[in-house]
């Protein structure tokens, strides 16, 4: 049978069928935008909500394969999730009455001999300068004046802004605290029936569907869960290392370093870096001998955590290629800051999970990507 031009050009043309694909999310997007107001609420109810819950999943990723490991032997489940969780708060307990009084020092420390600090980190860059040939003397000083009369400039604002900043304070201050609340209750019964989760939303779904949808939670599962699992025990063995590397040194401060390079590791990539540059500052300032043994106590670091335990605890991959995890990072990080780039990386996986089964439905029903068969002679 001859088809007629208009499906010859339109109806059976990857291209056209793509471009028409696109006009229709790009429709949707503007009537969206359309009616942001619609949305607003929906989204001060997640700003409220998603917090305790977030928290509540990344504990219940750590968590889960000992409750399961409890249940594999004959342990019933709600016992072995009460157990843990006491286990849990005892453990908890016992860090904060070990462990805060000496970072409360070290941060009593800091705060009491800020001034010498700081005198100290200004005369370091004073004979940094002086030695450098990079930038020139009348550059500095013209970045310099630029940089008080930008200071100066926005006095006025900083002023006019102190009680809305003062109010961002409280809330962010109420948002932390209804997390801490109402997390270990989220976690209780996640931990508890978090099985039954999945099968309770695939139900709400066409029978045919089910499956599907079904395989799908379960790859989404086993790719956060493993990426979350991984991250996290990587950052705390990172976080223990560098505190344990910088005591042995003798280097200032070494349980506040080590525990601003546990949740920086989180980050991929840029996170170690990142929580390298306080201590190499740290260590610059001592002597030059500090500076070695700080890049000694990082290059170890690295040398475990690439060799050893990231091999051993990270688990199954995202198979994402780095390029892709940079853009992801950049853009996450620009949308939502630093939540964005911890959350970002998981947050793609499952989109690309999404769009991967989205798509194989799609190029199954259209028939648009079937390879012509050979003709038979």
């Known amino acids: 049978m001859k088809q007629n031009w208009f499906y010859r050009r339109f109806l059976d043309n990857h291209f056209a069928v793509i471009m028409f694909d696109l006009l229709l999310v790009l429709l949707a997007i503007f009537v969206f ?3 942001a107001w619609v949305f607003k609420p929906v989204w ?3 700003v409220i909500v998603a917090p305790p819950f977030i928290f509540a999943g990344i504990l219940y990723y750590l968590l889960v394969p000992i409750v399961n490991w409890l249940q594999r032997h004959h342990v019933p489940r709600l016992a072995a999730t009460i ?36 005198r100290q980190f200004t005369n370091w860059l004073m004979r940094l300068n002086e030695h450098q040939t990079l930038i020139s003397q009348a550059d500095l000083n013209k970045l310099g004046n630029e940089l008080v009369s930008l200071v100066s400039g926005k006095k006025g604002s900083l002023l006019s802004g102190t009680v809305s900043q003062l109010q961002n304070l409280v809330g962010i201050v109420g948002n932390v605290v209804i997390t801490i609340a109402t997390a270990p209750i ?12 999945p099968q309770l939303f695939v139900n709400l779904f066409p029978v045919r569907m ?10 989404m599962n086993d790719k956060v869960g493993s990426y979350v699992q991984g991250q ?4 705390i063995a990172v976080g223990i290392m560098f505190m344990t590397g910088y ?14 390079a546990t949740p920086l590791n989180l980050i991929p990539y840029f996170g170690s870096a990142l929580a390298m540059v306080p201590s190499l500052v740290m260590g610059a300032m001592t002597s030059p001998k500090m500076l070695i043994g700080v890049i000694i106590v990082f290059f170890i670091e ?5 060799q050893v335990i990231s091999p051993l605890v990270m688990g199954s991959k995202l198979e994402l290629h780095p390029i892709t995890i940079v853009v992801v990072l950049l853009t996450a990080g620009n949308l939502f800051g630093l939540v964005g780039v911890i959350l970002g990386i998981p947050g793609f996986a499952v989109i690309k999970i999404i769009v991967t089964r989205l798509f194989a439905w799609y190029r199954q029903v259209s028939g648009l990507y079937d390879e012509p068969k050979e003709s038979k002679l």
């Open 210 to 219: 089910r499956q599907d949808l079904r395989e799908m939670l379960t790859e």
């Open 44 to 46: 001060a109810f997640l």
């Open 232 to 235: 996290i025990t990587v950052a």
């Open 302 to 306: 690295w040398l475990l955590e690439t």
């Open 33 to 35: 935008t359309k009616i």
């Open 247 to 260: 005591s042995i040194i003798g280097l200032k401060y070494a349980l506040i370093l080590g525990l601003i």
């Open 83 to 118: 157990g843990l969780l006491l286990g849990l708060l005892a453990l908890l307990i016992f860090g904060i009455a070990r462990f805060v009084p000496a970072v409360e020092a070290q941060v009593t420390s800091i705060v009491t001999g800020w001034p010498t600090i700081w």
């Open 186 to 197: 989220i976690l209780f019964f996640m931990l508890k029936d978090g099985a039954r989760f």
